[in-house]
């Protein structure tokens, strides 16, 4: 079939949305074990300089970061500017998402070593508030919560309505009438409810709010004061997303306070602190064989609890909502520790890339040359403005297209027109193609309109210029003289 200059814009237009949506999965970043002599140790002026190349390059409003080794901070700086002008500094609280799990499992793991939560146990033994339609809900561990093997996942419950809770209580309530995708114990599968419920056990099992839980047995102990899970307590700097490479302020959807699953604000100044004690060299909130369980992988997956584990022995998570991004690192090997955290979202991810960069100079490498995203958007903007353009061109050539039709194939001219829907019908179903390109996790049109503002404007403009041109051209044929039908 001739492709025609609609067609060729639609492979451009899919390939780029493919870019945009797998940019949304969360990914580690990449390593390779060290060579037997110890690399020369980076210097605090290396990862200045790394850092303010990247955040110039990348654009992003606001950067921060941390790297500590052993006991010792390294280096701790911020780069940029909230949406007040306000210079962005190691001390800047920020939103770190997914990244709390690993506090979450932490406080799950201080009352398991109090005595106050069985951590092979049932759940619903220990939180019996917690009921589903599905009976193998009995047979959840809490470390299944907290290593994800649960057989909870996106796809079998209602991540919508759950949006919807006020609070914990609610939260888990609305839980009735949703199902496990497995059994229990047999599949990982990240997954948010793992650890919102976790919280709620916290609540449950000490007597005290989930925050505040945090704040007296983690924040505390470990002089994290600027840390909360309430933007009333420590308020977050203003998020962006970007545009193309405009970053627009934008405010973050509200939901139910001090999440277990991603509710932390905190600082790099704070995670500083908190890399030293997950690398065993803070006070010690948990016992090292606590620590040792909580960065050891299920067996199943390769998730522990509230990390995610690498076969060179490094730990990691990473984190986003709606305008922030995050990512903490560390190496038990080296004593190494890396936490950046950013107030802007969009298709690329400098957290990871910083990360990529900051693990290399810890191994006394170079990392790659700070790049930035400005192709990627000039060609997200001239793929927008291309299918307005050939929608025009496209709606007032319907006539003459209808013409050249004359003695054609119905099937040939039905073709030509089935190709104009096409981009219709992906951006109808692109909350389930970013479902399946991330492996399961679920992305609701709110998400994707912070995430991947600009792929869906695109596929929105390319979609209305597909439709607009579907129109004329049936509207064109319909007026043909009735002899001159194909």
């Not at 609610?170 to 995708?181: I, K």
């Amino acid at each position: 079939m001739e492709r025609t200059p609609l067609t060729r814009h639609l492979t451009a237009v899919l390939l780029a949305l493919g870019i945009a949506t797998a940019g949304l999965a969360t990914t580690a970043a990449g390593a390779h074990a060290a060579g037997p002599n110890p690399p020369a140790a980076p210097t605090p002026e290396a990862i200045d300089t790394y850092l303010a190349d990247l955040h110039q390059a990348s654009g992003v409003p606001g950067l921060s970061a941390v790297v500590t080794h052993d006991d010792q901070v390294v280096h701790a700086a911020g780069y940029g500017h909230d949406a007040n002008g306000s210079p962005v500094t190691a001390d800047t609280p920020m939103r770190i998402a997914s990244v709390t799990k690993s506090f979450t499992a932490t406080a799950v793991l201080i009352l398991a070593e109090d005595g106050r939560i069985d951590l092979d146990g049932r759940v619903t033994d220990q939180l019996p508030e917690l009921r589903m339609v599905d009976p193998r809900v009995d047979e959840i561990t809490v470390r299944q919560l907290l290593d994800q093997t649960s057989g909870l996942a996106d796809t079998s419950v209602d991540v919508a309505d759950l949006a919807e809770a006020t609070s914990r209580t609610d939260y888990v309530a609305r839980l009735h009438d949703d199902t496990l995708a497995t059994d229990p114990g047999t599949t990982y599968a990240y997954c948010n409810v793992n650890f919102d419920v976790a919280a709620r056990l916290v609540e449950v099992a000490s007597g005290q709010s989930f925050g505040d839980f945090l704040a007296e047995r983690v924040f505390g102990p470990l002089g994290m004061s600027g840390s909360a899970t309430r933007d009333d307590v420590v308020r977050p700097a203003d998020g962006y997303t970007s545009l193309f490479g405009w970053w627009i302020p934008r405010e973050e959807p509200r939901w139910f306070d001090d999440t277990g699953s991603a509710g932390v604000i905190t600082t790099a100044a704070d995670m500083g602190r908190w890399l030293i004690d997950q690398t065993g060299h803070g006070p010690a909130l948990v016992s090292p064989a606590g620590l040792e369980a909580m960065h050891t992988p299920s067996g199943v997956g390769d998730y522990g609890l509230g990390w995610h584990t690498e076969d060179d022995g490094t730990r990691w998570h990473s984190g986003f909502v709606m305008t922030y991004r995050a990512v903490e690192w560390i190496d038990p090997a080296t004593g190494y520790g890396i936490a950046v955290l950013t107030n802007g979202t969009g298709l690329t991810d400098v957290t990871r890339t910083a990360l990529d960069g900051l693990i290399a100079l810890t191994r006394g490498e170079d990392p790659e040359p700070a790049a930035g995203t400005r192709p990627l958007d000039l060609g997200l903007a001239a793929a927008l403005l291309g299918s307005g353009a050939l929608g025009v061109v496209g709606v007032r050539r319907a006539p003459r297209w209808a013409t050249r039709r004359v003695g054609r194939a119905r099937w040939a001219t039905g073709l030509r027109l089935v190709w104009l829907a096409l981009p219709a019908l992906v951006l109808v179903l692109l909350p389930a193609l970013a479902t399946f390109l991330t492996g399961g996790r679920t992305f609701p049109w709110p998400s994707l309109l912070y995430l991947g503002l600009p792929a869906v404007l695109m596929l929105l403009v390319a979609a209305l210029a597909g439709l607009a041109v579907l129109g004329s051209r049936l509207r064109a044929l319909l007026r043909r003289p009735v002899g001159s039908a194909a």
